[in-house]
């Protein structure tokens, strides 16, 4: 096996790990096969026979080894078991169904098992993604009024918060990659230094649990649902970082109406005075983010550098 697959667990310790995953002595892997889609941990989508002889499709999300977690921001299998345990099932909302999931006890090797939608398609690859991405816009924003209306707050356990020192860390990782690949952005430290003045916007407030990738690429529609998916870089935080990373690239009419969508269904009496600035702030913290793990040239995220100086210029960062 190569890539994917040969991350992938040998199939005796496969049926061993659903086993316990699903409380069923007696499932049986019938059929497995790779994810084709890239991922940061290997999947697989396996059909399996349970002790009452149903047939069910698996999707089976594996982590092997121990994980940086990417500086705080992407925090494992186990923990997003956890959030669909203890978070998204709760709330009762589309996301698919969790069926269940095991850890060696570690942390360090952990499987996530949840159904899989047969015919699903990424909300970017509908006939119609404009009303698709709509609908993802005001999905995220009912979960947010959701979870605050209902005091949804994770547990203890999954209550990890962005708070001044996860942006500061972020922003300067941005810098010194920067520094390291020149040529000098001459503008890029007054926005990273307005950015750094100005979390508050980011930290205080109103802070609700969110993806933290809120992609198209991580939602799914299927018979018409929205169903987000990968929630394992689930926190605490303000809530416009996930409508920012829905929008990100897309043509600005798009973007006008998905914002003009979330902050419906998000504030019904009508959205808070600094919310524009919030997304703004947002948005900065994806660019920095994204510009402190690329690993690609330069010239493949120019677009990012650009938008820096827009909303920098926008928010009063630059002289």
């Known amino acids: 096996m190569t890539g994917t697959a040969a991350q992938l667990p040998d199939l005796r310790t496969l049926n061993h790990r659903l086993r316990v995953a699903l409380g069923d002595a007696e499932a049986l892997v019938l059929d497995r096969r790779p994810n084709a889609y890239v991922a940061t941990f ?5 059909t399996c026979r349970l002790a009452d002889k149903q047939v069910v499709r698996l999707f089976c999300k594996h982590e092997s080894g ?11 299998v186990a923990y997003e078991a956890e959030v669909y345990r ?12 969790f069926y269940g999931a095991w850890t060696d006890g570690t942390g360090n090797h952990a499987l996530l098992v949840i159904e899989y939608l047969d015919d699903a398609l990424r909300v970017n ?12 816009a005001v999905w995220i924003a009912e979960f947010q009024l959701l979870v605050t209306q209902r005091r949804l707050e994770p547990p203890r356990s999954l209550a990890r918060r962005h708070g001044h020192d996860y942006y500061l860390g972020w922003s300067q990782r941005a810098a010194d990659s920067v520094a390291r690949a020149g040529p000098h952005d001459a503008q890029l430290e007054p926005i990273k230094e307005g950015f750094e003045r100005s979390l508050d916007l980011l930290t205080e407030g109103e802070l609700v649990p969110i993806h933290g990738e809120f ?11 929205i169903r987000p998916i990968d929630w394992e870089s689930t926190a605490l935080a303000a809530g416009e970082i996930d409508l920012a990373s829905l929008v990100e690239r897309w043509q600005p009419d798009v973007v006008e109406a998905c914002c003009a969508a979330y902050a419906h ?3 019904p009496a009508g959205p808070p005075s600094d919310s524009q600035s919030r997304l703004d702030m947002a948005r900065l913290y994806l660019h920095f983010r994204w510009i402190a793990v690329r690993s690609t040239p330069r010239d493949s995220i120019q677009w990012r ?3 820096l100086r827009t909303i920098g210029a926008r928010l009063g960062f630059l002289p």
């Not at 121990?66 to 494992?76: I, N, P």
């Not at 203890?86 to 169904?97: I, Y």
């Not at 690859?125 to 993802?136: C, M, N, Y």
């Open 86 to 97: 203890q978070l998204l099932a709760r709330a009762g909302v589309s996301t698919p169904r």
């Open 305 to 307: 550098f650009e938008e």
């Open 125 to 136: 690859e509908t006939r119609d993604w404009r009303l698709s991405l709509l609908r993802t």
């Open 215 to 225: 992609y198209p690429r991580n939602v799914l529609v299927h018979e018409g649902d």
């Open 66 to 76: 121990a994980s940086d977690g990417s500086h705080g921001h992407r925090l494992g």
């Open 265 to 267: 269904a998000r504030w």
């Open 42 to 46: 290997p999947a697989e989508i396996v």
